[in-house]
């Protein structure tokens, strides 16, 4: 028998499986090729570990069920508390498109009134509403008070309010 | 008692846990030794089991469909466990070694007293498997320690029979040489000069 035929047959069986003639033959090789004896030897061994290893078992506490179905239940709780989270977050979606959409409305429809208001007060004395942001710094610099900008932009309203 | 969980009835359920538990525990004890990994996994294959009722149609045991059940949730806990690093005969206790040297005398394993010999072989064994591949030690463990034939570890694991006499053969075969580092010098000089 070859050195490999005995490993290989060792490898194809469990140790358990191999009945009395196949052992005689094994260990008449193995009384001639270390290598072979030596596979038999660590076969055996394995063979005896898995073996003790099966011996042992665990079993389950008394309250292991109880245990089980608390965790379903909190397992089945957890689609609802998502399905709530998933309605806050559309509420939220919701209130911030409302604020998106009164944010538009005041950026744009608000300030279109007050320029052409100032538009027309611009006609009056001569500066536009450009000008007058441009020259901020200018009017910083003269010290300009709000009342002397306000006459300067609205000098009707002003002389209206006297 | 299935229909019954099936449509939704708790108690049922809770009766089928209570029935089948010792049975789940049993059979994950197989692959982890720690009792909070073995309640781990068993508590898994319940939850799985409630969420798969449907798929269970009555048609064999519900200690089969469990068992299958359990064979593959065990399967993805030990693919995700972190593996140990090889084993080495330095890193063996000395009721480890005694173990293995004893094991090489038939004779000197006799007088070694049984129980002891349990524990310390259940502790190595626990240690050599740690270090192999998941699938490997499904297949030792059910072929060569639990002498499941191919066909049922085929059934449990949903593998192919020829890819279970294949992982069978190459699992031995890294099992052989792992024990074979272990031994290392220990082989009587009449065997290792043989």
């Known amino acids: ?31 001639n090729c270390s290598s072979c004896a030596r596979a038999y030897e660590a076969t055996k061994i394995a063979s005896a570990l898995l073996r003790e290893r099966a011996v042992e078992a665990v079993e389950p506490s008394p309250f292991f069920h109880t245990r089980v179905m608390a965790a379903l239940r909190e397992r089945q709780n957890e689609v609802p508390a998502f399905k709530r989270l998933w309605q806050a977050a559309g509420a939220l979606v919701s209130s911030m498109t409302a604020t998106v959409a009164l944010l538009a409305v005041l950026s ?19 500066y536009t509403a450009e000008e007058v942001i441009l020259n901020q710094n200018d009017w910083q610099d003269e010290q300009a008070s709000d009342a002397q900008v306000l006459t300067t932009l609205y000098p009707a309203d002003d002389a209206g309010a006297k | 008692m299935a229909q019954l969980a099936r449509a939704g009835d708790e108690a049922a359920f809770a009766e ?32 799985k089991a409630f969420t798969q009722l449907g798929s269970y149609e009555g048609r064999g045991s519900m200690e089969g469909w469990l068992t299958r059940i359990t064979t593959n949730t065990c399967l993805n ?39 002891e010999r349990s524990l310390v072989a259940a502790d190595l064994a626990d240690r050599v498997l740690e270090n192999m591949a998941p699938d490997d030690r499904v297949v030792l463990t059910l072929i060569d320690g639990e002498d499941a034939s191919v066909k049922e570890v085929a059934e449990l694991t949903g593998w192919s029979e020829a890819k279970v006499k294949v992982q069978a053969f190459r699992a031995r075969r890294r099992m052989r040489a792992a024990v074979e580092k272990l031994l290392g010098k220990k082989l009587p000089p009449a065997i290792a000069g043989s």
Do not use: C
């Not at chain 1, 028998?1 to 009945?19: D, G, P, Q, V, Y």
């Not at chain 1, 744009?108 to 001569?126: C, D, K, M, W």
């Not at chain 2, 073995?38 to 898994?44: D, G, I, T």
């Open chain 2, 77 to 115: 806990l030990l693919r995700s466990a972190k593996r140990r690093p090889e084993l080495a005969s330095a890193d063996l206790s000395e009721d480890e070694s005694t173990w293995l040297e004893n094991q090489l005398s038939d004779v000197a394993a006799e007088r070694h007293r049984a129980s």
């Open chain 1, 108 to 126: 744009f429809v608000v300030p279109g009134t007050q320029t052409s208001a100032t538009a027309q007060a611009s006609e009056s004395n001569g």
């Open chain 2, 16 to 47: 089928i846990v209570r029935r089948y538990s010792p049975r789940v525990f049993r059979f994950a004890s197989k692959f982890f030794r720690q009792r909070s990994e073995v309640e781990e996994a068993a508590q898994e294959v319940f939850m």
């Open chain 1, 1 to 31: 028998m070859k050195e490999n035929h005995i490993i290989e047959f060792l490898e194809s069986r469990s140790f358990a499986s191999l009945n009395e003639s196949e052992r005689v033959v094994i260990q008449a090789h193995t009384a």
